[in-house]
């Protein structure tokens, strides 16, 4: 039995209830509903400024909602409850959750003085997950899943942008989490690079997954997503099956992105 195979984590339900975040005056989140169902895809869309990786940092706790909360599997998320409260947890409690929520950025977030195993090895190692040696074996195992198994010695400088972003993506695998947040994961690449990072997300997509994708590719949204959300001004303007949302929108905002973008 691979190492994989020993920390498959079933793929998580998410919920988002009614999310609210602002930034003094600025309302970027404005009464977020959301519930993921396990393994589905869910495809964000919207405009810059609309509040789309906002609602992503909420999930996994790295922005802090004024008012609404997210659960994963019925746990909250960076809270507990506290009588009618809610109140903040520890900084390491908090830490623990979201070690079970992949995180892929825009811009990768190597740690550029680590080899290419070392950076998708770190986390399980110092989470105690895992020995070294135990993530080591995983992170190879995971690279080769990405198509990077002979770049193992690798540093982040000598790799492509769209190779870069396959490492991050198999360095969130490495916790096993429930789910896995993409935000913009192809927006910092060259064209050309596009194709091989998406490939990798679809064959996530095709796994059981639960993924919340953040992205401007329209027709890969159609391809993969379950449930395509649309999001303007911090609010979910339409959401549904991408035959639906993309191919025959009902709110006019919809409508109108979709027309400058496709």
């Known amino acids: 039995m691979s190492t994989t195979d020993t920390l498959e984590t079933a793929p998580a339900a998410l919920e988002i209830h009614d ?106 190692v110092a989470t105690g997950k895992l020995t070294k040696p135990e993530a080591r074996a995983l992170a190879k195992e995971l690279l080769e899943r990405v198509g990077l198994g002979e770049r193992v010695g690798a540093y982040p400088r000598q790799l492509s942008g769209g190779q870069q972003q396959r490492v991050a993506i198999a360095r969130a695998l490495a916790l096993r989490p429930g789910v896995i947040l993409f935000d913009e994961p192809t927006s910092a690449l060259d064209p050309e690079l596009v194709g091989e990072v998406l490939s990798v997300i679809r064959d996530l997509a095709t796994s059981g997954t639960t993924l919340v994708i953040v992205t401007h590719e329209i027709g890969f949204a159609r391809e993969i997503a379950d449930r395509v959300v649309f999001i303007d001004h911090g609010r979910i303007v339409e959401q549904g099956p991408p035959s639906e949302v993309l191919d025959r929108p009902q709110h006019e905002r919809t409508r109108d992105f979709l027309s400058k973008v496709l």
Do not use: C, M
Request: avoid cysteine; aromatic fraction near 6%.
């Open 19 to 124: 999310v609210h975040k602002w930034y003094g005056t600025h309302r970027v989140l404005d009464g977020v509903d959301l519930t993921i169902r396990p393994g589905e895809v869910t495809v964000v869309l919207g405009p810059s400024g609309s509040g789309k990786s906002t609602l992503l940092r909420v999930i996994n706790h790295l922005e802090k909602p004024e008012i609404g909360y997210v659960s994963i599997n019925d746990e909250l998320v960076g809270v507990k409850r506290q009588g009618d409260r809610l109140k903040e947890l520890s900084e390491r409690a908090i830490l623990a959750q979201r070690g079970r929520i992949g995180f892929v950025f825009q811009n990768f977030n190597l740690f550029p003085h680590l080899t290419v195993l070392d950076n998708v090895a770190a986390a399980p």
